[in-house]
């Protein structure tokens, strides 16, 4: 499993003499960083993507209570799925806490392939009160 194109030319380009192997924690920065672009990128961002991005949140939590909160993760797996497929079988959960942090969690996990090895990746995500994700390895 590789980083992404870009993000290898960078690294080349801000240390041209290091060689930079591709171990699990640049391909955990790579998905993290990749996963902070999907999930703050509005659905319909794309014209070449309709589906890219996710739906409006604003109604999570209110009215639509448990079932939205489940909507809106069957909604982000399906999301991440499509779009990072280097997390193979990702699963998203509300993690519930909203009393003791104050925020909206949710924890993703999935399958990391590198090198060869498989592990399970699992991040953090919240939405903070600027409307955006915030995604925490």
């Known amino acids: ?20 192997t591709n171990n699990r924690q640049l391909v955990m920065e790579s998905v993290k960083n990749y996963l902070s672009n999907i999930l703050n990128s509005r659905r319909g961002c794309s014209e070449s993507a309709p589906d890219f991005g996710i739906p409006d949140f604003v109604m999570i939590g209110g009215g639509d209570g448990p079932e939205g909160l489940r909507d ?59 409307g955006q994700i915030h995604v925490v390895a």
């Open 72 to 130: 809106f993760e069957k909604n982000l797996t399906l999301l991440i799925a499509k779009y990072e497929p280097r997390l193979v079988n990702p699963q998203v959960s509300h993690v519930g806490n909203e009393a003791i942090t104050g925020r909206l969690e949710f924890i993703l996990s999935g399958c990391l392939t590198v090198d060869g090895h498989e592990s399970q990746a699992v991040f953090t995500t919240y939405i903070g009160g600027d």
């Open 1 to 20: 499993m590789r980083s992404r194109l870009l993000e290898r030319l960078r690294m080349i380009e801000s240390n041209p003499g290091e060689l930079h």
